[in-house]
């Protein structure tokens, strides 16, 4: 079972080039989420997804895609690259709840872009 | 927003001795969670706390759900080396989306053996 797998683990880009990391999940899981990681600022939620064909806005949306055609995948995209986005990016899903939240996240290993 | 305090922002401990850390919030919670993070991997869930005034124990870890909805705490006895990681804490609320997970800045635990 592998759980949340992200794709690339690492990635070197310039200013102004694009591109896209992957998210996938194998546990039928109906929430997704997109964070970036930066030293001193724990976790901050850039998109989350409540379902196939839906994606709502985080914290820190800005200068970032995202799309959910397939329940299992989430795709985060930069159309711009900037050197404020050079962050370390985790994937996140979880079971939904009708009625609460549960709060368990289940992380991939993350993705470490840097951005000169 | 809503923000969550952890304290402390790091650690430096001796193998062996306990370690206690908190979060607060000037808001409430109807949901806290202790979070794990090792070196180079994701978070993983070490405990969830559903109730106020609730404890709860996994292992060497104790964690409380303070009475007032806006603080927990963790605790961890006797510590070991592999307890070396970033812990976070993290509040949810009930009636929103998942998306209102809002997770604290991190204690980071250092382990001298």
């Keep these: 079972n592998a759980g949340v797998t992200q794709t690339p683990k690492f990635r070197v880009l310039k200013t102004g080039q694009s591109m896209t990391l992957l998210c996938a999940q194998d546990m039928n899981h109906e929430y997704m989420y997109w964070y970036r990681q930066d030293p001193g600022m724990g976790l901050r939620l850039i998109h989350y997804s409540v379902g196939e064909g839906t994606t709502a806005k985080g914290e820190v949306p800005d200068g970032y895609n995202v799309s959910r055609l397939k329940k299992q995948n989430f795709l985060l995209g930069l159309e711009s690259a900037a050197p404020s986005q050079t962050s370390v990016y985790f994937c996140a899903s979880s079971y939904s709840s009708r009625t609460a939240g549960t709060g368990e996240l289940f992380f991939g290993e993350g993705s470490r872009l840097t951005v000169l | 927003g809503q923000q969550l305090n ?7 401990i001796q193998e062996g001795e306990d370690v ?7 808001s409430i919670f109807n949901t806290w ?22 404890l709860t124990s996994n292992g060497r870890l104790t964690a409380q759900f303070g009475i007032t909805r806006k603080d927990s705490f963790l605790n961890i006895s006797a510590s070991i080396p592999s307890d070396v990681g970033i812990y976070f804490c993290a ?13 604290g800045k991190g204690t980071k635990l250092s382990v001298k053996p």
């Design chain 2, 33 to 54: 969670l202790w979070y794990k993070q090792d070196p180079g991997e994701g978070p993983v869930l070490l405990i969830a706390l559903y109730k106020a005034g609730e």
């Design chain 2, 6 to 12: 952890q304290s402390p922002q790091s650690m430096f």
């Design chain 2, 91 to 103: 509040g949810l609320n009930y009636g929103g989306s998942q998306g209102n997970l809002i997770f």
């Design chain 2, 20 to 26: 206690s850390m908190n979060c607060t919030s000037s």
